[in-house]
């Protein structure tokens, strides 16, 4: 069992940045490749991005690339997402999740068996 809580979002104008943190309980967090999603109403949840266990690959969107960078800290059971250069079709919830500890898709919402209550992020023009 992991449980997940989100911090860091808020109100941000185009061009500023954020920093999203995780903090995981469970003892299977450093096993577990972890990732962050979003979703805004009207559309489905979307991959943003992911790291592997150990920290060493990460994965983003094409709609993040370059400008987002996801971390982890293993000793403090915890995963980062620095978001620069925000544009407002970033504004969204975004969640953090544990992909299950099983070979997988890591951009599918279906492989992440824990879910975090997620964390708002706007981004005004």
């Known amino acids: 069992q992991v449980q997940l809580v989100e911090s860091g979002g808020g109100l941000v104008q185009a061009g500023g940045s954020l920093r999203l943190s995780c903090l995981a309980s469970g003892r299977t967090f450093s096993r577990n490749v972890m990732g962050w999603f979003r979703q805004d109403p009207g559309n489905e949840r979307e991959f943003v991005a992911a790291?592997?266990?150990?920290?060493?690959?990460?994965y983003y969107a094409d709609s993040v690339k370059g400008r987002f960078t996801i971390s982890r800290d293993n000793a403090k059971n915890t995963v980062y997402l620095q978001m620069n250069s925000l544009k407002p079709e970033d504004t969204a919830v975004y969640y953090c999740?544990?992909?299950?500890?099983?070979?997988?898709?890591?951009?599918?919402?279906?492989?992440?068996?824990?879910w975090g209550q997620g964390t708002q992020v706007t981004v005004s023009s």
């Open positions: 999740a544990a992909h299950a500890l099983r070979p997988g898709t890591v951009s599918a919402t279906n492989e992440y068996d824990y």
């Open positions: 790291i592997t266990s150990s920290g060493g690959m990460a």
